[in-house]
Nanobody, 119 residues
Framework: QVQLVESGGGLVQAGGSLRLSCVAS????????MAWGRQAPGKQRELVAE???????NYADSVKGRFTISRDNAKNTVYLQMNNLKPEDTAVYYC?????????????WGQGTQVTVSS
């Protein structure tokens, strides 16, 4: 069974930095896309950044140039380095694994870690 455990959230002032980590277990994730999403109060969950198995990275426009996603397949871990944080980045951040096969696509989500940015 796939399990995702996030860590690294917290309270930071605007302009500060945080690094989120997500350790995945229960499978091999080398062929999966790994990503981070976030959900602010009263808003829908949105994709923040993703990194494919081939290493291609995509970012939401709102975080381009500030956030960097990376993965370490040997450690089954995906990271999100967040710099120059803004109050609007406040949200619960979720780790995601998307597994795509010929037959199906599955999404797995972690429990989330709170990020709060004060002005």
């Amino acid at each position: 069974q796939v399990q995702l455990v996030e860590s690294g959230g917290g309270l930071v002032q605007a302009g500060g930095s945080l690094r989120l980590s997500c350790v995945a277990s229960g499978s091999s994730f080398r062929m999966d896309t790994m990503a981070w999403g976030r959900q602010a109060p009263g808003k829908q969950r949105e994709l923040v950044a993703e990194v494919t198995s081939a290493g291609s990275k995509n970012y939401a426009d709102s975080v381009k140039g500030r956030f960097t996603i990376s993965r370490d397949n040997a450690k089954n871990t995906v990271y999100l380095q967040m710099n120059n944080l803004k109050p609007e980045d406040t949200a619960v951040y979720y780790c995601n694994v998307r597994r795509t096969t010929v037959a199906y696509t599955s999404d797995y989500w972690g429990q989330g870690t709170q990020v709060t940015v004060s002005s």
